[in-house]
């Protein structure tokens, strides 16, 4: 069974430019999160959906970030406009009842 | 202000000795307790879960959980350098609340 599946694997772009992030948990799963990592925070937990409805979003740091989940087997992390402090590795997770958590392979965006 | 604490290291362990990382939290209802393992560039994969208070052994892996003192740590007996990697410590808490909050790791160095 495929594990997370995120793209792209690498995103380079400029700032104020729109970036999508991509993610596809794997099946069966009904929780899905979005983390944001750095050398500085650590590993952040950005948002969460449960059976495709967003639970939490409280670690969005602000109006640029929107996740959407339109379906069980899709999610999005959008960011409008970017910004240099937005460069991270972004990871998707996924479980089944709020239990251990399968990670993605990340995205690594760099915003010049 | 729910946090998990860990010793950012990096802990030097000779190979073939006992490495023992440990991680603290703050909020008395959490759950479930998790150590996830991530070599550089690479995402996070879970390695140990324990939901109940004492000792949960895996292969070379411990896992040792104390409620009333809010600490959980891990045990790596017989280091091998292929055990060099960050280990991260999460906890969950349930109800109402549910969330999962990552520590920011503790990097780990198996000396040959």
């Known amino acids: 069974d495929a594990g997370v599946i995120q793209s792209p694997r690498h995103e380079v772009t400029e700032m104020g430019q729109e970036v999508t992030l991509r993610c596809k948990p794997i099946?069966?799963?009904?929780?899905l999160f979005w983390y944001r990592q750095t050398m500085m925070r650590g590993l952040e937990l950005l948002i969460y959906f449960n059976n495709n409805v967003p639970i939490d979003d409280s670690g969005m740091p602000e109006d640029r970030f929107s996740a959407k989940m339109p379906n069980a087997s899709f999610s999005t992390l959008k960011i409008q406009p970017s910004e240099p402090r937005d460069s991270a590795v972004y990871f998707c997770?996924?479980?089944?009842?709020?239990?251990?958590?399968?990670f993605g392979p990340g995205t690594r965006l760099t915003v010049l | 202000q729910k946090e998990v604490e860990q010793n950012s290291g990096p802990l030097s362990v000779p190979e073939g000795a006992i490495a023992s990382l440990n991680c603290t939290y703050s909020?008395?209802?959490?759950?479930?307790f998790f150590w996830y393992r991530q070599y550089s560039g690479k995402s996070p994969e879970l390695i140990m879960s324990i939901y109940s208070n004492g000792d949960k052994e895996d292969g070379r892996f411990t896992a040792q959980l104390n409620k009333a003192s809010q600490y959980v740590s891990l045990l790596i007996r017989d280091s091998q350098p292929s055990d060099s990697a960050t280990y991260l410590c999460?906890?969950?808490?349930?109800?109402?609340?549910?969330?999962?909050?990552f520590g920011k790791g503790t990097r780990l160095h198996i000396l040959p």
């Open positions: 999460a906890v969950g808490l349930a109800g109402r609340d549910d969330k999962i909050i």
């Open positions: 099946s069966g799963h009904d929780y």
């Open positions: 909020d008395r209802v959490s759950q479930s």
């Open positions: 997770a996924s479980t089944v009842g709020f239990n251990e958590q399968f």
